[in-house]
C-alpha cells in the first residue's frame, strides 16, 4: 500500500514539474525535528557521536524520501525535500480536489485522518451541485459558523464538568480554581473568545497550584482538562482555527500543507536521551516517527510507552512493518545506491539489537532478510562488518544473529 502511495504522489510531483509556470521552491530548513545535535568541544565545534558518522541524518532524509510508515502509528511519513516541494505549491490556487489527491496520497496520522475525512465527506454532499469547484478554504469557511456553536458548545461542557469535579478541592483552593473557570466560561458566552484561545495546559497549571491530595480526583479533572477540544484533536476547532485571519496567508494550499505537516518525520530516541547519559552512553539509536507522537512519548522508556499505547496503535506490529519496508528499500538500494544499502543493513541490524535490549515486548524478526543477506560469499563480508561495527557501537557482548 505504501509503495503504491509512494508512485501516486511521484507521478503528481512529476506531472507539476513539467509545468513551464512552477517555480522550484528554495530548500529551508525545518525546525520539526526532535533530534538535538549537543556533543560540542570546548570552543563551540560540533562533534558527531560515532553513530552519526556511521549513520548521518543525511541518510534519514533520504530514507524517508522512499516512503516509510510511522514506527509506533503505521502512518505514512513524509520527507522534508516532498513537504517542501509541496510548499512550494502554496502560492498556486488550486480547487479543492487537487488538495484532496495529495493528501489521499498518504496514510495520515490519526487527527488529520479526520480533518480530511470530514472534508471529504463535505465535498461529497455538493458535488451534484453545478456551482464552480471549492477550495479548502472556501469549504472551512462555509462550515466555521456551524463549527464555532459546535466548539463553544462543548467547551462549555466540559469546563461545567471541570467545575463540578473541582467542588471536592479544599475550600480556599476551589474558590481559587472556580474564578479561573468562571472566567473561560464568561468570555465564552459572552462570544469574546474561541474555543481555539482555551489553553488545556494553562487550566491544568493552575489545577496544579492547588494543594490536592486525592489522586483519584486529579486523575478525573485532568482526564477532563485533556477533553477539552483544541485545533489538535477537534475537527471544529481545527475549521475555526484555520479561518481565522491571522491563519489566511497562503489559503486552500495552508491547509492542506499543515493537514501534512503532521506527517513530516520525526526524528525519536527509542529510549530515552537522560537514561543513555545515564549509561555513559554516547550512541543514541533513533527512529523515525511522527511529531505529535514523539511530544506524546516525551521520557517514557520503551515498554511503560508500548503498556500505555499499544492498545491504541498497535506498536509492535507497525515496528515490524517498519524494518520490513527497510528490507524492501534495502533490495532497492543494492542496485542503485550501494553506499546507501550497506548504511541500511546497519541501521536495520542496530534496529534489532537496540529495540530487543530496551524492550521486553518488541521482537524484531529479520530472519529471512539475514539468511538473504548471507547468501553471497560479498554479502556475508558486509554483514560480518556491519555486525562488528554495531555490536562495538552498542556494547553489546553477545552476537544472537
Not at 30 to 54: A, H, T, W
Not at 62 to 77: D, F, H, M, V
Not at 356 to 376: A, M, Y
Request: with cysteine.
Amino acid at each position: 500500500m505504501l509503495v503504491s502511495t509512494i508512485n501516486s504522489f511521484n507521478t503528481y510531483k512529476n506531472y507539476y514539474n513539467n509545468k513551464q509556470d512552477i517555480q522550484r521552491p528554495s530548500i529551508k530548513t525545518l525546525k520539526c525535528d526532535s533530534f538535538q545535535r549537543s556533543n560540542m568541544i570546548s570552543f563551540g565545534q560540533y562533534v558527531p557521536s560515532p553513530f552519526e558518522r556511521l549513520l548521518p541524518l543525511e541518510f534519514f532524509e533520504k530514507l524517508a524520501q522512499e516512503g516509510i510508515p510511522c514506527a509506533y502509528t503505521g502512518a505514512s511519513l513524509i520527507s522534508k525535500h516532498d513537504y517542501e516541494w509541496l510548499e512550494g505549491l502554496a502560492s498556486l490556487r488550486h480547487p479543492l480536489q487537487i488538495s484532496i489527491e495529495y493528501l489521499n496520497n498518504y496514510s495520515l496520522p490519526e487527527f488529520p485522518q479526520k480533518v480530511l475525512s470530514k472534508v471529504i465527506s463535505i465535498m461529497r454532499k455538493q458535488q451534484d451541485k453545478t456551482s464552480p469547484p471549492k477550495s479548502l478554504l472556501d469549504i472551512f469557511k462555509e462550515e466555521r459558523p456551524k463549527a464555532e456553536i459546535r466548539l463553544r458548545k462543548k467547551q462549555l461542557e466540559l469546563l461545567s464538568k471541570i467545575l463540578i469535579a473541582s467542588r471536592d478541592l479544599p475550600e480556599a483552593d476551589y474558590k481559587i480554581f472556580k474564578e479561573t473557570i468562571f472566567s473561560y466560561m464568561d468570555k465564552l458566552t459572552k462570544q469574546e473568545v474561541y474555543g481555539i484561545n482555551l489553553r488545556p495546559k494553562l487550566i491544568y497549571a493552575k489545577f496544579c497550584m492547588t494543594n490536592c491530595q486525592d489522586t483519584k480526583l486529579k486523575k478525573v479533572i485532568k482526564g477532563l482538562i485533556e477533553k477539552i477540544p483544541t485545533d489538535k484533536n477537534s475537527t471544529d476547532a481545527y475549521i475555526v482555527s484555520h479561518t481565522m485571519e491571522t491563519n489566511l496567508p497562503g489559503g486552500n494550499n495552508r491547509i492542506a500543507l499543515d493537514i501534512l505537516k503532521q506527517s513530516l518525520y520525526s526524528y525519536e530516541h527509542f529510549y530515552p536521551k537522560k537514561l543513555y547519559k545515564a549509561e555513559n552512553q554516547w550512541n543514541k539509536f533513533i527512529i523515525l516517527t511522527t511529531p505529535d507522537i514523539n511530544h506524546l512519548k516525551k521520557d517514557l522508556t520503551p515498554d511503560k510507552f508500548i503498556r500505555r499505547y499499544d492498545r491504541k496503535y498497535n506498536i509492535k506490529d507497525n515496528m515490524q512493518a517498519q524494518v520490513n519496508r527497510f528490507i524492501e528499500i534495502y533490495d532497492k538500494w543494492k542496485c542503485t545506491d550501494p553506499e546507501n544499502a550497506d548504511r541500511l543493513l546497519k541501521y536495520i541490524l542496530a534496529y534489532k539489537y537496540e529495540v530487543e535490549n530496551r524492550s521486553k515486548h518488541v521482537k524484531i524478526d529479520i530472519d529471512d532478510f539475514l539468511t538473504k543477506v548471507k547468501s553471497t560469499k560479498d554479502d556475508m563480508s558486509k554483514f560480518e562488518d556491519a555486525n562488528s561495527q554495531i555490536r562495538r557501537l552498542f556494547k553489546i557482548k553477545s552476537d544472537s544473529l
